[in-house]
């Protein structure tokens, strides 16, 4: 089998459902391109954009999660300052932000670091990857879940960093924007991410059932922000229904909730103050601290609380 179909098809069936996992009643649109995005590379990245803005224009579709990514640095231009190319890409997400969708990326599975050009390797340095760098993106990282074998918690989520490691930082392209002055301290000048983060570690990964494969066909563990991403969007589905109307981006609503969260638990975010994702490649990352960080940004959620107070706040 094409290793590329087979990868994109992994990716795609962990997406729906970990979104029917938390959201089963939603109505769930897969969106498939012709032209694969392969490595770190930004081919297929325009088929991708063109897809989502059609299905945006067409009504299709209240939020849009995105597990793929491309390093800022691998975009023409980058090293010469020119972000034009990452600029003209952003047509999609404007559009959502016209009609009232909401759009969520995974924040990447390399720590502080993301994959080079070729797909061969990963950068020896800070680096930040797109769309989940973009300000009108929705940056989703990940944590890990401290579980018993019967599911009871024993611990409080921490950093994700085995198999992998959460993404985040700064992003070296867009400008801090006005919904993270609040946390200015921490990202500096630029956009940081991740906005939130949800379970992907392979200590309390998520199994999925897939049969794509006729030679293996039945269930396997996924892990990563993959698994993040749409998790968190299955919860804005949720807060969709509970507002009655799409809350498009949520960004100030988060920020805002995140703002109250330390005095009031209602909020439903959960500050994740353990782990770190320095581990990652050998390039030095973030770790939890008590508030926003570049681990797990706002933290993560109990969603019973999270939702109708994310539905009144959007």
Do not use: C
Not at 51 to 71: H, M, N, P, Y
Not at 94 to 115: M, P, Y
Not at 237 to 247: W, Y
Request: glycine share 14%; net charge negative.
């Amino acid at each position: 089998a094409n290793s590329d179909h087979t990868g994109w098809a992994g990716e795609t069936t962990l997406d729906v459902e970990m979104a029917h996992a938390v959201a089963p009643d939603a109505h769930i649109v897969l969106v498939e391109t012709g032209v694969a995005q392969n490595g770190g590379g930004t081919t297929g990245l325009p088929e991708m954009m063109d897809a989502e803005k059609s299905l945006i224009d067409r009504g299709v579709g209240d939020v849009i999660s995105q597990s793929f990514g491309a390093t800022e640095n691998t975009f023409p231009g980058f090293r010469s300052g020119d972000f034009s190319s990452i600029q003209n890409l952003r047509y999609a997400f404007k559009d959502a932000a016209r009609h009232g969708v909401t759009v969520l990326a995974a924040s990447g599975d390399s720590g502080a670091t993301n994959t080079t050009a070729d797909g061969s390797g990963t950068y020896p340095y800070k680096v930040n990857a797109w769309p989940s760098s973009d300000p009108l993106v929705t940056s989703v990282g990940g944590t890990q879940l401290h579980l018993d074998d019967k599911g009871n918690r024993m611990a409080p989520e921490s950093v994700y960093d085995d198999d992998g490691a959460g993404g985040g930082g700064p992003s070296h392209v867009f400008a801090r924007p006005s919904y993270q002055n609040g946390v200015k301290q921490v990202v500096g000048d630029h956009r940081g991410t991740p906005d939130v983060s949800m379970a992907a570690a392979m200590n309390g990964g998520a199994w999925v059932y897939s049969s794509y494969n006729p030679k293996a066909v039945g269930w396997d563990v996924y892990v990563g922000t993959s698994e993040a991403s749409p998790l968190f969007a299955g919860i804005v589905a949720l807060a969709d229904q509970v507002a009655g109307h799409r809350l498009g981006d949520i960004h100030q609503a988060l920020y805002s909730l995140y703002a109250q969260s330390s005095r009031n638990p209602s909020t439903g975010i959960v500050d994740v103050k353990d782990g770190t994702n320095n581990s990652y490649a050998g390039v030095t990352g973030y770790t939890a601290v008590k508030g926003y960080d570049m681990a797990t940004g706002v933290g993560t959620i109990d969603a019973a609380r999270f939702v109708p107070a994310l539905a009144k706040e959007g």
